[in-house]
């Protein structure tokens, strides 16, 4: 664990190798997110859900609405990659994405259930994909061209480094 509390579980780094065993691994990772997130978040009173992260972070309540709303550009963009022949996927401003009402005030039900559904879907999809699935690629205008294979881990270190944003919160605040 690291010491930086915007990344308290260090940057993304993909392994060397990324095999079926590496693979198989992040996936299990996506798949029990929404119930750890979930876990993570049970019993939060409104004002807890309201505190930020960090010192200028986003709240917990942001945190949650924010891993729905990236997961689900994920998802599409897998869906794109697969269909298409190196799409070029759209970014979007994730952090003005968190100040909108839904992410500032709305109650963090709708999200869970969100992650639930888009996960348990996302995750049959991820199963189903070959090497040559997981070979393919997409452009990302600022990051350039991304394989699937890289971007499932992306995305299960994405999970993994916003619920710990949100306990280790909880274990800095006793809660």
Same mark, same amino acid.
Request: no cysteine; aromatic share 8%.
């Given at each position: 664990?690291?010491?930086?509390?915007?990344?308290?579980?260090?940057?993304?780094?993909?392994?060397?190798?990324?095999?079926?065993?590496? =693979?198989?691994?992040? @996936? &299990?990772?996506?798949?029990? +997110?929404?119930?750890? !997130?979930? $876990?993570?978040?049970?019993? #939060?009173?409104?004002?807890?859900?309201?505190?930020?992260?960090?010192?200028?972070?986003?709240?917990?309540?942001?945190?949650?609405?924010?891993?729905?709303?990236?997961?689900?550009?994920?998802?599409?963009?897998?869906?794109?990659?697969?269909?298409?022949?190196?799409?070029?996927?759209?970014?979007?401003?994730?952090?003005?994405?968190?100040?909108?009402?839904?992410? =500032?005030?709305?109650? @963090? &039900?709708?999200?869970?259930? +969100?992650?639930?559904? !888009?996960? $348990?879907?996302?995750?049959? #999809?991820?199963?189903?994909?070959?090497?040559?699935?997981?070979?393919?690629?997409?452009?990302?205008?600022?990051?350039?061209?991304?394989?699937?294979?890289?971007?499932?881990?992306?995305?299960?270190?994405?999970?993994?480094?916003?619920?710990?944003?949100?306990?280790?919160?909880?274990?800095?605040?006793?809660?």
């Amino acid at each position: 664990m690291s010491t930086d509390l915007r990344y308290p579980i260090g940057r993304f780094q993909a392994p060397a190798q990324l095999d079926d065993a590496v =693979r198989l691994g992040w @996936i &299990e990772e996506i798949a029990s +997110l929404p119930a750890r !997130l979930r $876990e993570a978040t049970a019993g #939060l009173t409104e004002e807890q859900l309201d505190t930020p992260y960090r010192p200028d972070g986003w709240t917990v309540r942001q945190v949650v609405h924010h891993v729905a709303d990236s997961h689900m550009n994920s998802w599409i963009r897998f869906k794109l990659a697969l269909t298409e022949e190196q799409p070029t996927i759209k970014p979007y401003a994730e952090d003005r994405w968190a100040e909108l009402p839904d992410s =500032r005030e709305l109650a @963090i &039900e709708p999200s869970l259930v +969100l992650l639930d559904a !888009l996960h $348990e879907r996302w995750v049959v #999809l991820l199963r189903s994909m070959s090497e040559a699935d997981f070979a393919r690629t997409f452009l990302h205008p600022d990051s350039g061209v991304v394989s699937l294979s890289r971007n499932l881990g992306i995305y299960a270190w994405h999970g993994n480094h916003h619920l710990a944003h949100i306990t280790s919160l909880k274990r800095r605040m006793d809660w």
